[in-house]
């Protein structure tokens, strides 16, 4: 699996992932940035138990989004995989 991963990482080009950015920065304008600022003025608000519960809570999402998505590629991968079955003739 690493070298799929590896050779995926080889693959992605850099200069179209820039301009990918670009244009979504360039589409949004600053609503992205206005809720940013947003999001941050209230989570500067929150106490701190508040605060460490969002943390964990984003943490523990996070870290069910990435072992879906690693069981998804091994589960795309195993189904990639090409079986072949030799059989025989019976007379009937």
């Known amino acids: 699996m ?3 991963f590896d050779k995926t990482l080889q693959d ?3 200069d179209d992932l820039k301009k990918s950015a670009e244009k979504v920065l ?4 600053t609503k992205a940035k206005d ?3 947003y999001a941050c003025e209230r989570f500067d608000d929150l106490d ?4 460490n519960m969002i943390i ?3 943490s523990v999402f996070i870290g069910v989004i990435v ?3 690693v069981f998804y590629l ?16 019976w007379d009937g």
Do not use: H, Q, S, V
């Open 26 to 29: 360039a589409f949004t304008g």
């Open 74 to 89: 091994l589960g795309k991968k195993a189904g990639r995989k090409e079986c072949t079955f030799e059989y025989e003739e």
């Open 2 to 4: 690493a070298g799929l």
């Open 56 to 58: 964990i809570g984003l």
């Open 35 to 37: 809720a940013y600022g």
């Open 67 to 69: 072992i879906a998505g």
């Open 12 to 14: 992605i080009d850099i």
């Open 48 to 51: 701190n138990d508040k605060k």
